[in-house]
């Protein structure tokens, strides 16, 4: 099978009687896929440390983070342009709780800065790059207070980003009402905003490679017009309610149902044709829907489902279009049964379902002969130029096939000591050898899909 799997992670705790704590942690994964059609490959690593300090006779906890990481991804087709994605920074955070008897108080600062090279062809065949720095400063406080049966959480954080200066400050809002024992309401709202933005290339069919730039520096205008934006961040409005319900004792029920607007999206260009051309236009989006869990839990026997229904869609200024992420249905099941007198083997079985995503469907193809390289001497009729594509005008209008698969595992316990087990566990993946699409080549009409029937066998020992 054509795919390499490296990981490495490591942690080295120190623990105190009182429970403060301080770890220090570090990974370096390395992954990638290599089929005749196409590689692709991604590679993150950092590592970093964190703290925990409970002060004696004290109801404040105090913890702090320092970590840095990197990401860095890249595809190569058999068309050989050039896309490559990575994005590398730091983190740090002190937080503060302050625990009262029927109140909680947390607050904090956080600074974080990151650096994004990109470097990216459209499918119209214009290479756009970008390599910038950008830091980011906040300060958050967030207050939990009970009366009664209602638990209230009010918060503001203030965000800062130093190479747009500009300032967002972000209002928000939780609440959880007990209507009875066994019956409760929950409710949140909040403002928010990013200046980290995601890119995929039209030309691909399933989008494997994903690139990362941050929010541009240059003026962005708003959607359809020339006005200049008031700031050029990606901002929205969430608002999410549901009800968390005792169905039996052994029975719980969780219905939420959520909508998101988003009122600045940042998206490359997708219509550059030259250097004038700007790089960023922006958008408008909206994102809805409604998530059902389900959780029953018996002495020997678990299991827990959870439903999604989501519509996402996104206004460009010339249509409204659902993005390569907008997945209609998605199911998920666990399921566990324990087996033996002191329960010492496990029968698990995992199944999801998710209905396809969209993509941009061709309406043909075409001999794209450049006229100016030769001028009128150019050869139109049996000159061989590059192979042009012609995309639907209906953006996202098509749907890739609905993906299913089932895991199962059996797992043995065995106990050494009060201090030492080893777990060995017999798995696996695509129980029915379902296939599930994992890339498919415009132009070539091939396809590649995921993993097949797999078996494996392993061993955990614990001391």
């Known amino acids: 099978m054509p795919f390499d799997y490296r ?14 704590k301080l770890n220090f942690f570090g990974f370096n994964y390395t992954d990638g896929v290599d089929f005749p059609i196409t590689d692709f490959s991604w590679n993150s690593n950092g590592g ?16 702090g983070l320092l970590t840095f990481s990197g990401y860095t ?6 068309d050989r342009q050039p896309r490559s994605s990575s994005i590398s920074g730091y983190y ?15 607050y904090g600062l956080e600074l974080n800065g990151f650096r994004t090279q990109f470097q990216f062809v459209n499918f119209r065949g214009y290479l756009i790059d970008q390599d910038e720095n950008t830091t980011e400063i906040s300060s958050y406080v967030k207050w939990k207070r009970k009366i009664g049966p209602l638990v209230i959480e009010p918060g503001f954080r203030l965000q800062y980003y130093q190479s747009l200066n500009d300032v967002s400050p972000e209002p928000r809002l939780g609440l959880k009402y007990n209507i009875s024992d066994k019956f409760r309401f929950k409710a949140a709202a909040g403002l928010y905003s990013q200046n980290l933005l995601s ?22 205008y708003k959607l359809g017009g020339t006005e200049p934006t008031s700031h050029r961040l990606q901002k929205s409005a969430h608002a999410v309610a549901g009800f968390e319900i005792d169905v039996t004792k052994n029975f719980d029920l969780n219905i939420e149902g959520y909508y998101k607007r988003f009122t600045q999206l940042i998206a490359l260009n997708r219509n550059k044709l030259d250097a004038e051309d700007p790089d960023f236009t922006t958008e408008l989006g909206d994102a809805r829907g409604i998530d059902i869990s389900v959780k029953w839990e018996l002495k020997r026997a678990y299991f827990w489902g959870a439903y999604s229904l989501g519509f996402v869609t996104r206004d460009d200024g010339e249509q409204i279009y659902p993005p390569v992420f907008d997945r209609r249905h998605n199911l998920n099941m666990v399921a566990t049964y324990q087996l033996g007198p002191k329960q010492e083997w496990e029968f698990g079985a995992r199944w999801n379902l998710g209905s396809g995503f969209p993509f941009t469907q061709t309406q043909g193809f075409y001999n794209n002969v450049p006229f100016f390289v030769d001028g009128l001497g150019t050869d139109v009729y049996s000159g061989q130029g590059d192979l042009g594509i012609l995309y639907s005008g209906d953006r996202n209008g098509g749907r890739l096939p609905y993906y299913h698969r089932m895991d199962i595992s059996l797992k043995r316990m065995f106990k050494f000591s009060k201090r030492s087990s080893m777990e060995v566990t017999a798995s696996a993946t695509n129980i029915y050898d379902r296939q599930n699409i994992f890339y498919f080549d415009r132009v070539r009409y091939q396809r590649v899909n995921q993993l097949p029937l797999m078996p494996s066998l392993s061993a955990t020992f614990q001391f």
């Open 48 to 63: 970093g440390m964190d703290f925990t300090l409970i002060p004696t006779n004290s109801n404040t906890i105090v913890n």
């Open 73 to 78: 991804s890249m595809i190569e087709e058999a």
């Open 199 to 220: 890119t995929t290339n039209e030309r691909d069919i399933v989008n494997l490679f994903v690139g990362f730039l941050s929010g541009p520096e240059e003026q962005i």
């Open 92 to 106: 740090g955070a002190l937080n503060f709780v302050n625990y009262g008897k029927d109140n909680e108080v947390r």
């Open 7 to 20: 990981d490495l992670y490591g942690k080295l705790s120190f623990l105190t009687g009182n429970g403060s």
